[in-house]
């Protein structure tokens, strides 16, 4: 049943700060409830939705992943909660952000260390594809290891 106060996805969505295919996946990803429609078939979102997607989408754009996000709007929405649960939540999340930061200025020092080593001059040698073939042994396998890793937490962020 509609009330006065539904909006349509997009409007929703731009009342959010996200864009309708964002707002539609985190409905399929149960951080919402499903949204009722109307005679039409369109989504409509309460108010109440609409604050829980610009929730959505602020934790998103700190970084933090849809569990974490789960988590956050079960603390969010319960009133007899205990802060301590988030500010471990947002403490681990800056402690991965941190390890992050490190590696990829790892990677940006060592590709611009690749970048310096005369590569694009008209030779056939080419340091960047030279390293790339060799891999983990230049400079040891920590880099490669770092870079792995980051990989990783990079797919764990979108999961």
């Not at 996805?9 to 539609?24: E, N």
């Not at 989408?57 to 079960?74: M, Q, T």
Request: aromatic share 4%.
């Amino acid at each position: 049943m509609k009330s006065l106060g539904d909006v349509k996805i997009g409007t929703a969505a731009r009342a959010a700060g996200i864009t309708v295919r964002m707002a539609r996946h985190y409905e399929a990803a149960g951080l919402l409830p499903p949204a009722i429609r109307d005679d039409a078939g369109s989504r409509l979102f309460s108010t109440a939705d609409v604050h829980t997607l610009r929730f959505i989408g602020r934790a998103r754009s700190l970084g933090f992943s849809l569990k974490a996000i789960r988590k956050l709007l079960s603390l969010w929405q319960d009133a007899h909660r205990s802060n301590a649960e988030t500010l471990h939540l947002a403490e681990k999340h800056m402690t991965d952000l941190l390890q992050k930061q490190s590696e990829l200025t790892a990677m940006i020092s060592t590709l611009q260390q690749l970048i310096d080593a005369r590569a694009g001059d008209g030779r056939p040698e080419c340091p960047i594809l030279d390293d790339l073939a060799i891999g983990s042994r230049v400079n040891g396998s920590t880099r490669y290891r770092t870079m792995q890793r980051a990989r990783g937490r990079a797919a764990a962020i979108e999961r």
